[in-house]
């Protein structure tokens, strides 16, 4: 560990082609190599994620069951109290999670009531010494600010597919808007959480591609989620195939090799995932995973706390602990 690989940020298409389709096996000792002069392999970071405003969005996402113009067994909710979202961060936090991501079905951030309650609702997740994330959809940079200065430590904002392949799977907003909004977080000085999803009916150069935008941005994302696609019944993707195990490693595995720092989220698909293929992710770069006590990702199933826990057990594993979280985060 005394020489790290590289961090860089000019990869090109061809490089990370030639990672993707190393022979499995060979890929994997590669990230697992990776992983351990950057990280302590023997850690995960626990993060629980709470939907606090669920269905009804007007986006066309054709993943999501909460888009409102498919019909989906989801119930809409409405954005929760803020002392409800409080609780559960609490038991969050009493359960090893180091993270707590609250998720709005908004296509983006209006100046109203409800966002002020959001900000309300940081500032009281902050208080208790875990890290804040928010996913809310679009965002300008003023919204940003106001986000971090409430105490906001990281946004979600995925680019779910390639650029090419994008208008297949949104028509509501453009992979532009994406980075966009990509953007105006960095600049407010929050970090960046940001991965994609795979099973989509996206070629494999689609996925490169999607690791290439991710790699070559000025900084790499703090935290990128690799998720298999939830099959939503309602939804225009309901039929796809289940995404291939060794699919999520070679992907987790070339995310862990080009962006080398960053933490890799083993995310939605884990329940249908059992312990050995999720060991298998571990392996290959993987060092953070999604939990909760309502055992749902969002509004599709997800493996408990307790089972979460008994998987790290059984693996040597343990939950990342964070000796310090930062109440607000500077620009640098």
């Not at 679009?138 to 200065?149: C, G, H, V, W």
Request: glycine share 6%.
């Amino acid at each position: 560990m005394n020489q790290k690989t590289e961090l860089r940020n000019n990869w090109t298409k061809e490089e990370i082609e030639a990672i993707y389709h190393l022979p499995l096996m060979e890929l994997i000792y590669k990230a697992a190599t990776v992983h351990r002069e950057w990280h302590d392999p023997s850690e995960v970071q626990i993060c629980t994620l709470l939907s606090i405003k669920t269905g009804g969005c007007p986006e066309d996402c054709s993943y999501c069951g909460q888009a409102a113009r498919y019909h989906t067994n989801i119930k809409v909710q409405a954005l929760l109290p803020t002392e409800t979202v409080i609780e559960h961060a609490k038991k969050a936090k009493e359960s090893g999670s180091s993270r707590f991501c609250m998720a709005a079905a908004w296509r983006e951030v209006r100046d109203n009531r409800d966002f002020d309650r959001v900000i309300d609702m940081v500032k009281g997740v902050n208080d208790l010494g875990l890290e804040v994330c928010c996913t809310l959809g679009m965002l300008t940079e003023e919204q940003a600010t106001r986000l971090q200065e409430a105490g906001l430590y990281a946004y979600n904002h995925n680019l779910d597919t390639s650029e090419q392949y994008y208008e297949e799977i949104i028509s509501t907003r453009t992979f532009d808007n994406r980075i966009n909004t990509i953007n105006n977080v960095r600049k407010a000085g929050i970090t960046v959480c940001s991965g994609g999803i795979i099973g989509l009916g996206e070629t494999h150069r689609d996925r490169i591609s999607m690791i290439l935008t991710l790699a070559t941005m000025p900084k790499h994302p703090d935290s990128v989620p690799v998720n298999a696609l939830a099959r939503v019944a309602g939804t225009p993707l309901e039929n796809n195939p289940k995404v291939d195990t060794w699919e999520m490693v070679r992907m987790i595995a070339t995310a862990r090799i080009v962006m080398p720092a960053s933490v890799i989220r083993l995310s939605a698909g884990r329940i249908e995932m059992d312990e050995t293929e999720q060991a298998w992710c571990f392996m290959a770069g993987a060092n953070s995973i999604f939990t909760g006590e309502r055992e749902t990702l969002l509004v599709t199933p997800n493996p408990g706390v307790s089972e979460d826990m008994q998987m790290l057990t059984n693996l040597g594993l343990k939950p990342m602990v964070k000796e310090s979280v930062p109440a607000i985060c500077t620009t640098n």
